[in-house]
């Protein structure tokens, strides 16, 4: 017996980059995606990335949520 296909299988293929994503979100509808870990910000970007989060969707409630310097260990 044939196994059954999907008519979706057509679509499926390879994830678009999320950086792309990002990068198109950010031109075509002004959405700004933002890891407050990301390494090409610097401390006080993402100090400031973690505060508009928290103020615009409460803060997180893990210890570990908060961004520590690049110069600071763990």
């Known amino acids: 017996m044939a196994e059954a296909r999907s008519s979706l299988h057509r679509l499926g293929g390879r994830r678009p980059d999320p950086e792309a994503v990002k990068r198109e979100g950010w031109r075509a509808e002004r959405i700004l995606v933002v890891d407050a870990a990301d390494p090409r910000l610097t401390w006080p970007e993402r100090m400031l ?13 893990d210890a570990m949520a908060r961004i520590r310097p690049s110069n600071e260990t763990p």
């Open 49 to 61: 990335v973690e505060q508009l989060g928290d103020r615009l969707y409460g803060r997180r409630s």
